[in-house]
T-cell receptor, first 114, second 112 residues
Framework: DGGITQSPKYLFRKEGQNVTLSCEQN?????MYWYRQDPGQGLRLIYYSQIVNDFQKGDIAEGYSVSREKKESFPLTVTSAQKNPTAFYLC?????????????FGSGTRLTVV | AQSVTQPDIHITVSEGASLELRCNYS??????LFWYVQSPGQGLQLLLK??????LVQGIKGFEAEFKRSQSSFNLRKPSVHWSDAAEYFC??????????FGAGTILRVKS
């Protein structure tokens, strides 16, 4: 079955460390997205990519980095510059047709700073 | 800029009672509107969407939503709530370029 796989499900990071969250899809979608979810704040867009080797900053990109070397993969790195990284991170993908918005979401990664 | 407001952080309803979750949006043109549901620790599942046409939209799991342009609202309704409907619900608006802007969410509790 096609879908999006996020790993790991739970991740613990020490202060000052970089960590990378994995997002893989086999839906043949061109566009991929990373959202951060905090209680009471909904989902906020971190980065998105509409095509391989291209990505754009979302609303809260500071302290994060991404790459898009393969269509199937869109890893997110939470750097030590992100001062409050504890959150639930959701990856999504969609076909890259204007105003389609046909998102498929992964099951998320919960990152905790210890 | 586009924005979505969900005024109710928490709502508690009795099983079998009707439900209405409120959503107001801010968008200059005709909006693309969505409702998603999220179970704890899981991703989001699309309940329904409005792009154009009939302002009353039917979705999965017995949910419906009505687009009211004059009120900038897209409220979600269900005539009879089941215990399995307990979850967090998010309203979202299409922000162009296939990006979605989400509201803060409403947590639904169902009491038996």
């Amino acid at each position: 079955d096609g879908g999006i796989t996020q790993s790991p499900k739970y991740l613990f990071r020490k202060e000052g460390q970089n960590v990378t969250l994995s997002c893989e899809q086999n839906l043949n979608h061109d566009a991929m997205y990373w959202y951060r979810q905090d209680p009471g704040q909904g989902l906020r867009l971190i980065y998105y990519s509409q095509i391989v080797n291209d990505f754009q900053k979302g609303d809260i990109a500071e302290g994060y980095s991404v790459s898009r070397e393969k269509k199937e993969s869109f890893p997110l790195t939470v750097t030590s510059a992100q001062k409050n990284p504890t959150a639930f991170y959701l990856c999504a993908s969609s076909i890259n047709v204007l105003d389609n918005y046909g998102y498929t979401f992964g099951s998320g990664t919960r990152l905790t700073v210890v | 800029a586009q924005s979505v407001t969900q005024p109710d952080i928490h709502i508690t309803v009795s099983e079998g009672a009707s439900l209405e979750l409120r959503c107001n949006y801010s968008y200059g043109a005709t909006p693309y509107l969505f409702w998603y549901v999220q179970s704890p620790g899981q991703g989001l599942q699309l309940l329904l969407k409005y792009f154009s046409g009939d302002t009353l939209v039917q979705g999965i799991k017995g949910f419906e939503a009505e687009f009211k342009r004059s009120q900038s609202s897209f409220n979600l309704r269900k005539p009879s709530v089941h215990w399995s409907d307990a979850a967090e619900y998010f309203c979202a608006v299409g922000a162009g370029g296939n990006k979605l802007v989400f509201g803060a969410g409403t947590i639904l509790r169902v009491k038996s």
